[in-house]
């Protein structure tokens, strides 16, 4: 019994290799997507913010103070002096074209102020477009400010014979991602995301395109059993998902440089899961959805927009408010990108991973079970 | 002329509407987009859940962490004893920063000796990361500059002490949130995949269905075919647009500074890249499934590589000049401009012109080759 049921699973995801064999270009884009999208996301995408463009209108050029002063900008890696400028006109015309983020203006009495123990105030004029980068940006000029500050302090104490002012240092420790290199946590969301797209896309076409064609009817006069069916048809998606797994990371890791700090057969293990789970979602939209069409709009609303915006890949989901939060639990795509972070970076292991690993297990258990059951009844 | 484009109009508008969740698909599910994203697409960093370490326990290390939870940024979550909870907190993602003060402390204050904070931070999230520990340095830096100042005070400096004080405005987003920089964004990705995604795959099904022929033997000439079949697709990322716009715009306030009218003409200046390329992919494929890998093969880089999550600026010399063919990366700069600049045309050209030029070297290109396989 079992016997027969293993052998005509395996006709189907035998019958199912060669129609993917017949059509060379699906199968090429299946595979070469991931390949494509990793080196292009994986080179390009960056959220170091350095180099930030910087314009000045220097009111006090003439001093020295205020030449002095602004070394501390030019000397520093985070900005780069793009032009100066002597009117607020240029400065308008510069923010309004993007070719500055920041102006910077010191006052025209800058270094009488100084000298007398008075307070100078410093125009800082940020492009608030782009709010992330504009707070990181107001982030650097603040220290430069703060540190100057300081020192013009400890010459105070200095000029009345006190002992040099003490310092309190805040000792940053950056853990897990040392270098703060962006790029070791895109990476690990570009292979969650293309996993979710490729599995779920490739199945929920394929089915759709049987029932579309007709051709589905005949499998179902076959002795073939909905069940068998279904995991015979899965068999070859998985095994190309996988195949994408293995690639991605094999780039993040030589291509990129990502350490790989957790165990790979948990790494695997979560994947099958995770995969389970994104195929069935893909048969079930085929059931649900009568044409490609419309399979592909469903697609990219289950899966596609919602892997990139509601993961955590892009937006951190503890900024979101509550009710979304409550709904990003329903995307898979959470669990496994927590998953990979942690296994990347963190070297975490089950001990740590199990309520994700949890999760995973739900939803590719009630993923595949629905699966079957939509099959059977459209069947039937 | 008219007359055939008219009735090949009919036919389309027919066919799409056939199945009544086509229309749910078309009008209601990009609304159900933009709230849902809207609310997502924020990276305002207003929460970071702390755990506090305090080995000194003294007044001084206690005026320090008060001055932490009292911005409104670090919320304690957790208080921590021994270095093993500390690598716990961190592994776990209970807290993003650990701050951890050391025995000591307070005596080193008071007895003028140089004092640490330490502040781990967990950098998996190095943007995030790079933002809070902006928040710390302030605070910390605020601190000691009262420490000094009150130590100046007791020695007997009462006279005024020179500073800069630093006077920070942001045009345009003067409370930085972030949303009103994502929200054009995201209406923007909405357009780019319901156009190309419908265009394509229309096409797509007739060839594979076979109906393709049948129009082929009708009156009808290519190029009427061309604009029989695009033309509906583009009145309805029109009508898309406007639907999204009004609502992203009245739900999340989010200031709409522009010409509503100059968004409505560059965006029919942007459907002509779009809906051409979906012509070509449809003249490359023979399946729709085919054809909707072909669009996820050009809309993932072109969302990806055109700032609207990743700043081109941050990006490697040679990626940059390749974003300069991606129509979606012009678009993105003019829709924004509109939405949170309130610029005209007379700066918006410099990003109008390669769009338009785009656009007619991909349509020409597309009914070429839509001609050829015609033929």
Redesign the interface.
Known sequence: MIKQRLKRIKAIAWKEFIQIER?P??LS??LG?PI??LL??G???????DHV?TVVWNQDASSKTSRD?LLNFKNSKYFKITGYTDNYRDIERM????DTMMALIIPKDFSH????????????????????????A??????V??R???E??AE??NS?G??P??????????????G???T??ITPGVIAMIIM?ISA??TS??VA?EWERGTMEQLISTPVKAPELVIGKFIPYFTIAFFDLLVGLIMARVLFGVPFRGSYLLLFFLSALFLTGALSQGIIISVVA?????A???A??TT??PT???SGF???I????KF?QA?TYLIPARYYI?IL??LF??G?GII?LWDEALFLFLFAFVMLSLAIRKFKKKVA | MFERIQSILIKEFKQIFRDPRMKTVIFVTPLIQIILFGYAANKDITYVPTAIYDKDNTAESRELLRRFTYSKYFVPERYIFNDKEQNQVLDKGDASVVIHIDRGFGRNINADKDAQVQLAFDGTDSNTAMVVMGYANTIVGKYQQDLIKERAYAKGITGPVSNVDLRDRAWFNGNLISRNYYLPGVISTIVTMMSLLLSAMAIVKEKEIGTMEQLIVSPLKPIELIIGKLLPFAVIALVQITLITTLGVFWFHVPLRGNLLLLLLSTCIYLFTTLGIGLFISTVSSTQQEAMMSVFLFYMPAVMLSGFAYPIANMPKIIQSFTAINPLRYFMVVIRSIFLKGVGLEVLWIQLVPLVAIGVCVITLSAIRFRKSLG
């Open positions: 059509d270009r699906s884009l299946a997507i494509f999208l292009i996301f080179y390009g995408l960056s959220l170091d913010i463009a002063f923010i309004n074209n993007g102020y100084i000298e007398s123990g008075k307070t100078a105030p410093l125009q800082l004029i940020v492009d608030g477009s782009d709010a992330n980068t504009a707070t990181i107001m982030g650097y000029v603040r220290s400010v703060s100057y500050n300081v013009l302090l105070t104490f009345k006190l002992k002012v003490k310092s309190l240092d805040v000792q940053p420790r950056i853990w897990f991602n040392e703060l290199v962006s070791w946590f797209i896309l490739l076409l394929t395109r009568k044409s490609q069409l419309m592909s709009q469903l990219t609303l596609l927009l990139l915006l509601l892009i937006y951190p503890f900024n979101m408010p979304l709904v927590i972070r942690d970076l963190k975490n740590t």
